[in-house]
T-cell receptor
Framework: DGGITQSPKYLFRKEGQNVTLSCEQN?????MYWYRQDPGQGLRLIYY???????QKGDIAEGYSVSREKKESFPLTVTSAQKNPTAFYLC?????????????FGAGSRLTVL | GNSVTQMEGPVTLSEEAFLTINCTYT??????LFWYVQYPGEGLQLLLK?????DKGSNKGFEATYRKETTSFHLEKGSVQVSDSAVYFC?????????FGQGTILTVHP
């Protein structure tokens, strides 16, 4: 079955450490996205990529970095510069089209800073 | 810019009650509209969508109609079940940019 796999599901980090969250899709989608979810705030876009080797900042990119070396993979690094990294992180993908972009989401990764 | 406003939750209902979750939007043109659902501990799943005015999206007993005149896309279900307990997100897409509402928590008791 096609879908999006995020790992790890739970991750604990000490302050000052960088961590990388994995996102892999086998849907042959061109576009991939990272969202952050905090209670009562909905989803906020961190980064997105519409093509390999290219990505764009979203609304809250500071303290995060991404790469898109392969169509299937879009890892997110939460750096020590991110002041409040504890959150639920969701990866998504979609076809690239001008109409109704339907996103397929992964199951999420919960990051807790100790 | 574009924005989506959902009714504040949480919403608590008894099984078989009627559900309405309000959603209104602001956009400079005519976006496509979506409802996503997030079950506990999981990612989001598309529940239904509508791509033009007066379209009705429906799935699993849920319905929503795209109302251009009131810029609304309210989610309704005639008889909720305990298994419908989840967080519901209204969203719009316009020129490829997706904007989410803040989410509404629904809890259904037996």
């Amino acid at each position: 079955d096609g879908g999006i796999t995020q790992s790890p599901k739970y991750l604990f980090r000490k302050e000052g450490q960088n961590v990388t969250l994995s996102c892999e899709q086998n849907l042959n989608h061109d576009a991939m996205y990272w969202y952050r979810q905090d209670p009562g705030q909905g989803l906020r876009l961190i980064y997105y990529s519409q093509i390999v080797n290219d990505f764009q900042k979203g609304d809250i990119a500071e303290g995060y970095s991404v790469s898109r070396e392969k169509k299937e993979s879009f890892p997110l690094t939460v750096t020590s510069a991110q002041k409040n990294p504890t959150a639920f992180y969701l990866c998504a993908s979609s076809r690239v089209e001008t109409g109704a972009n339907v996103l397929t989401f992964g199951a999420g990764s919960r990051l807790t800073v100790l | 810019g574009n924005s989506v406003t959902q009714m504040e939750g949480p919403v608590t209902l008894s099984e078989e009650a009627f559900l309405t979750i309000n959603c209104t939007y602001t956009a400079t043109g005519y976006p496509s509209l979506f409802w996503y659902v997030q079950y506990p501990g999981e990612g989001l799943q598309l529940l239904l969508k509508a791509t033009k005015a007066d379209d009705k999206g429906s799935n699993k007993g849920f319905e929503a109609t795209y109302r251009k005149e009131t810029t609304s896309f309210h989610l309704e279900k005639g008889s909720v079940q305990v298994s419908d307990s989840a967080v519901y997100f209204c969203a719009l897409v316009f020129w490829g940019k997706l904007t989410f509402g803040q989410g509404t928590i629904l809890t259904v008791h037996p």
